[in-house]
């Protein structure tokens, strides 16, 4: 986003929905990252309804472009209005102003064949002929984490020689691992199986529950801690699916010192992380591939033998 931002607008104003002026953690804050980009922010409609003729009101000969940010981590709901891509990039071409869509993390298959909610495509702005679209590399599209811009040729052609692109690419590695991650998606009928992060949030309660058992069974023999498999609720988080609740199975271990049991479990090598509650600790089987299981117990025997 800084770098569209910077290469479109720098020194320019702008335009961007009242309601989606998204802050994501980790200082990522919109305004602030328009603010760093050189651009001027220009706000424009309500928190819950912005139309088009509020854009079309605030271009000015210092309009640099047109923002649209998917509200990924949160949903305004109920008396609401927004903006259509297509009409939005209809008026930046009559108007001779650029259009940039934030999608935050990248969806690339339509979510709903695999039994989710709809989350907006990457083609889905691109076919709308938004001039830059940005997306996460990591989040929900499964890869390293980087920015990954898409869009027009001219315009990613002038983000190709903006001098900050030499200071922001990404290294070898990250390529690397890029490539794997989007190689997955050239055989779709397979990607359930083949891409980590639509399999964890795919796979049926039933299978989870086989897992979870497995699980369970190791863990009675360990001494000091009792284990039971319970019913819990999972989130894709990862800018996707902000109100969405995924049905899961947890193994719920109680014990004394639970705090201490789950803090080093993070510290363990590799870590294992669950999370308290009601004095237990809870360890969502959706996030276990059946190869982790020994090193779940592994982890806790180590952790009863440090007591």
């Known amino acids: 986003v800084l770098l569209a931002l910077n290469t479109l607008s720098l020194g320019k104003e702008a335009i961007v929905s009242r309601g989606e002026l998204v802050e994501i953690g980790g200082s990522f804050r919109i305004p602030d990252i328009m603010s760093r980009s050189g651009a001027v922010m220009v706000e424009v409609g309500t928190t819950n309804r912005t139309h088009l003729k509020d854009f079309e009101s605030a271009i000015t000969d210092e309009t640099g472009v047109m923002l649209v940010?998917?509200?990924?981590?949160?949903?305004?709901?109920?008396?609401?209005?927004?903006?259509?891509?297509?009409?939005?990039?209809?008026?930046?071409?009559?108007?001779?102003?650029?259009?940039?869509?934030?999608?935050?993390?990248g969806v690339l298959?339509?979510?709903?064949?695999?039994?989710?909610?709809?989350?907006?495509?990457?083609?889905?702005?691109?076919?709308?002929?938004?001039?830059?679209?940005?997306?996460?590399?990591?989040?929900?599209?499964?890869?390293?984490?980087?920015?990954?811009?898409v869009g027009k040729k001219e315009a990613i052609e002038q983000v190709r020689t903006n001098p900050l692109m030499r200071a922001l690419r990404c290294d070898k590695l990250t390529y690397a691992a890029l490539e794997a991650t989007l190689k997955l998606y050239l055989n779709p009928g397979r990607l359930r199986k083949t891409h980590p992060t639509l399999r964890m949030l795919t796979e049926s309660v039933s299978v989870l529950k086989r897992r979870g058992r497995q699980l369970v069974k190791r863990l009675e023999s360990v001494d000091g801690i009792q284990v039971e498999l319970v019913d819990s609720k999972a989130q894709t988080g990862s800018g996707a699916l902000p109100l969405e609740e995924i049905p899961s199975v947890a193994v719920a271990i109680a014990c004394d010192g639970v705090d201490r049991l789950a803090a080093q479990l993070r510290r363990h090598?590799?870590?294992?992380?669950?999370?308290?509650?009601?004095?237990?600790?809870?360890?969502?089987?959706?996030?276990?591939?059946?190869?982790?299981?020994?090193v779940v117990v592994e982890a806790i025997r180590n952790f009863k033998m440090s007591k």
């Open 69 to 105: 940010v998917h509200t990924s981590n949160y949903k305004v709901m109920g008396f609401t209005a927004a903006v259509a891509l297509e009409d939005l990039v209809a008026l930046g071409k009559e108007k001779g102003v650029a259009t940039i869509h934030d999608l935050g993390g």
């Open 269 to 294: 090598e590799p870590s294992v992380v669950g999370y308290v509650r009601d004095d237990r600790l809870l360890l969502d089987v959706r996030t276990l591939w059946p190869d982790d299981l020994k």
């Open 109 to 149: 298959v339509d979510l709903r064949e695999y039994g989710l909610p709809y989350e907006p495509l990457v083609s889905d702005s691109v076919n709308a002929g938004i001039d830059v679209v940005t997306f996460s590399g990591d989040k929900i599209l499964g890869g390293p984490q980087c920015g990954i811009l």
